[in-house]
C-alpha cells in the first residue's frame, strides 16, 4: 500500500481556467492541435485569441493563440507550432489527453466581423498557424449572412502542413447543419511554397499574377466590394498588408471599421 499523499492539484491563478485537454493531434513535426474542456463562463468572439498556456514551476507560462474552434462548440481548440528550444512550445508539445491546461479569461483580438465594413466577399488569409482564427470564423453561421462568399487561403512551406485540409475539402461540405450554409460561399484554396502542390507560390504572388482570383473564378481585390483579413508572420502581414493599401484598402480596428484587418499569428517560440 502506498500512503504517500496525492501530489496536490495545482492551483490556478485567478487570471485563467484550468481546463483539461481532450485530444492532441500531430500534423508534422514542426504543428500540432489540441481540444480542450470549456468553462461555461468563457465567450469569445469568433476570431479573437486568449492566453494559452501551462504552469511552470509554480508560474503561468502563457501565450496568445487564436481560438480555432467556433463559439458555438463546447470545447476549445488551438492550433500551434512545436519549436524544440520554444519556453512554452517545447512543452505544450507534450501535453496529453487529460493534462491540465490554463486559458486565460479575457479573450480579444481584432480579426473579428464587427472591425470589417459590409462587403460581399470576405478574403481569410494566412501562413502557418494564422489558419488558427479562421477555422473559427468559417464555421461561424453569422459570416455567412454577411458574406456572398468566403475565402480562406492558406499558404504553408509543404504539403503536410496544410492542416484541417480535409476540413475544408471534405467534412465542412458534407457537416449536417454546416454543410448548406457553406454550399457555394465557401472557397478553400491552399497553397505550398517549397514542394510540388496543384498551387504553389506565396499569397502575395499568387494575387499579385492574378493566378488565385482566375483559379476562383472571382474579380481582383477591389475595396469596393472584398474585405481582407491577414494572419500570418510579421514579413507576410507587412507585404500583404502594402499590397492592400496600395490597392486602397484601409485597416479597421475595434473602434473604426474598415476594409481589411490584421493580426500576427502570435507564437513563434
Ligand atoms: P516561403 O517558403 O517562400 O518562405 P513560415 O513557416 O516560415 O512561417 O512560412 C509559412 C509560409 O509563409 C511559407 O509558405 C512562406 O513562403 C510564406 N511566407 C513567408 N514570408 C512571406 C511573405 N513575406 N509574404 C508572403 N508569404 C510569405
Not at 491540465?100 to 479575457?106: A, E
Not at 469596393?224 to 490597392?247: F, I, P, Q, T
Request: charged share 25%; net charge negative.
Amino acid at each position: 500500500m502506498n500512503d504517500a499523499p496525492a501530489a496536490p492539484a495545482p492551483v490556478i491563478p485567478a487570471a485563467y481556467f484550468g481546463e483539461r485537454v481532450t485530444w492532441v493531434h500531430h500534423w508534422t513535426d514542426r504543428l500540432f492541435s489540441f481540444r480542450c474542456t470549456r468553462d461555461a463562463a468563457f465567450r469569445f468572439r469568433a476570431g479573437e485569441f486568449a492566453m494559452i498556456g501551462l504552469m511552470v514551476n509554480g508560474k503561468p507560462l502563457v501565450r496568445a493563440y487564436s481560438v480555432a474552434s467556433p463559439t458555438w462548440d463546447e470545447e476549445l481548440e488551438f492550433l500551434s507550432i512545436k519549436v524544440q528550444d520554444g519556453p512554452l512550445t517545447s512543452r505544450l508539445q507534450h501535453v496529453q489527453v487529460g493534462d491540465t491546461v490554463l486559458i486565460g479569461k479575457k479573450p480579444t483580438g481584432t480579426l473579428v466581423t464587427d472591425n470589417l465594413l459590409p462587403g460581399r466577399t470576405l478574403w481569410l488569409l494566412a501562413t502557418g498557424t494564422g489558419l488558427a482564427p479562421y477555422l473559427s470564423l468559417a464555421r461561424e453561421p453569422d459570416v455567412y449572412e454577411r458574406y456572398e462568399k468566403v475565402v480562406v487561403a492558406h499558404t504553408v512551406r509543404q504539403v503536410a502542413e496544410l492542416a484541417h485540409r480535409e476540413l475544408f475539402e471534405r467534412d465542412l461540405p458534407a457537416h449536417e447543419f454546416l454543410g448548406e450554409i457553406v454550399a457555394g460561399k465557401l472557397l478553400y484554396y491552399p497553397s505550398v511554397t517549397r514542394e510540388p502542390f496543384r498551387t504553389q507560390g506565396r499569397i502575395t504572388d499568387l494575387i499579385e499574377s492574378g493566378r488565385i482570383f482566375a483559379d476562383l473564378g472571382l474579380p481582383a481585390l477591389d475595396p469596393a466590394h472584398d474585405r481582407v483579413m491577414l494572419c500570418g508572420s510579421e514579413a507576410m502581414n507587412r507585404d500583404c498588408k502594402a499590397l492592400l493599401e496600395g490597392r486602397g484598402f484601409v485597416e479597421g480596428s475595434n473602434n473604426s471599421p474598415g476594409t481589411y484587418v490584421v493580426e500576427k499569428a502570435f507564437v513563434t517560440k
